[in-house]
């Protein structure tokens, strides 16, 4: 059986048909927090099927992406594949660093699946002496909506027991990772950085981001179908249109060791 930072992979074209790329604001800021040019080298972790590599590789970067998933990596290749982009299918944690080192490390949506103490010390093997670290992630701040109550009742039902329900967890990696960053003296980091957006969904574009939702996707076959159709049964109280609240943050930090 997958683990729960394994499903995934499970669903590389839900994946990336669904999941949001990363807002422009924080593109911008990202690349101009981590001092980047065209021809810089950037190690991104956890790249999925390329929501962030894409806006690197546009800009002139050359990316070395990890990603554990292969089906999500082979995704990631289908879509972005070129000389700038070299694909490596392995965790962060066991990928074996060559003798290049990096003028930025990066991840989206992905630096919480590892601790941060041992990310923070991959980080500053992979880096270069003057390099910086941006890890991002996307909040969602949905929870005072109507549409996000009217489906508390499934997660309750479905998922009592699991603690990945956005939006309640995500925001305690980040400030996990926030304090690894204090407490460790080879970095330096800049205060947090955010971008509010929302998207809106139809049903369908709604209930194929749910699929993907690592907590959905660890339910049996049955317990998911039925999770899926109520919130079905939900959405069409709301005309058949969802709209949800997101917060994208950047931690920046420097290495100064």
Same mark, same amino acid.
């Given at each position: 059986?997958?683990?729960?930072?394994?499903? %995934?992979?499970?669903?590389?074209?839900?994946?990336?048909?669904?999941? *949001?790329?990363?807002?422009?604001?924080?593109?911008?800021?990202? $690349?101009?927090? &981590?001092?980047?040019?065209?021809?810089?080298?950037?190690?991104?972790?956890? =790249?999925?099927?390329?929501? &962030?590599?894409?806006?690197?590789?546009?800009?002139?970067?050359?990316?070395?992406?990890?990603? *554990?998933?292969?089906?999500?990596?082979?995704?990631?290749? !289908?879509?972005?594949? =070129?000389?700038?982009?070299? &694909?490596? =299918?392995?965790? %962060?944690?066991? $990928?074996?660093?060559?003798?290049? !080192?990096?003028?930025?490390?990066?991840? =989206?949506?992905?630096?919480?699946? #590892?601790?941060? /103490? #041992? %990310?923070?010390?991959?980080?500053?093997?992979?880096?270069?002496?003057?390099?910086?670290? /941006?890890?991002?992630?996307?909040?969602?701040?949905?929870?005072?909506?109507?549409?996000?109550?009217?489906?508390?009742?499934?997660?309750?039902?479905?998922?009592?027991?699991?603690?990945?329900?956005?939006?309640?967890? #995500?925001?305690?990696?980040?400030?996990?990772?926030?304090?690894?960053?204090?407490?460790?003296?080879?970095?330096?980091?800049?205060?947090?950085? !955010?971008?509010? $957006?929302?998207?809106?969904?139809?049903?369908?574009?709604?209930?194929? $981001?749910?699929?993907?939702?690592?907590? +959905?996707?660890?339910?049996?076959?049955?317990?998911?179908?039925?999770? +899926?159709? /109520?919130?079905?049964?939900? #959405?069409?109280?709301?005309?058949?249109?969802?709209?949800? !609240?997101?917060?994208?943050?950047?931690?920046?930090?420097?290495? +100064?060791?």
């Amino acid at each position: 059986m997958s683990t729960q930072r394994e499903t %995934f992979d499970q669903v590389p074209d839900l994946y990336a048909k669904n999941r *949001p790329g990363v807002p422009a604001p924080a593109v911008e800021a990202t $690349w101009t927090r &981590l001092g980047l040019a065209p021809g810089d080298a950037v190690l991104e972790v956890g =790249c999925g099927s390329g929501q &962030l590599t894409s806006h690197l590789l546009e800009r002139g970067a050359r990316v070395t992406a990890v990603e *554990p998933g292969s089906a999500l990596a082979g995704a990631c290749e !289908r879509a972005l594949g =070129c000389p700038a982009l070299t &694909l490596v =299918c392995s965790t %962060f944690e066991a $990928w074996a660093l060559g003798s290049e !080192r990096f003028r930025a490390v990066t991840a =989206c949506q992905a630096a919480h699946w #590892i601790e941060p /103490g #041992i %990310f923070l010390e991959r980080t500053a093997q992979a880096l270069a002496r003057d390099g910086r670290l /941006g890890l991002l992630w996307h909040l969602d701040v949905s929870a005072e909506t109507a549409f996000y109550k009217a489906t508390q009742s499934l997660y309750d039902h479905y998922l009592p027991d699991v603690d990945e329900k956005p939006p309640r967890t #995500i925001p305690n990696h980040v400030a996990a990772y926030e304090q690894a960053l204090d407490d460790d003296a080879r970095f330096a980091r800049s205060p947090r950085e !955010r971008w509010p $957006w929302t998207r809106t969904f139809d049903e369908a574009a709604y209930l194929g $981001w749910l699929r993907t939702h690592s907590p +959905v996707r660890m339910l049996s076959a049955e317990d998911r179908e039925a999770f +899926v159709a /109520g919130h079905a049964e939900v #959405i069409r109280a709301f005309d058949g249109t969802v709209v949800r !609240r997101f917060e994208t943050v950047l931690v920046a930090a420097n290495r +100064v060791d």
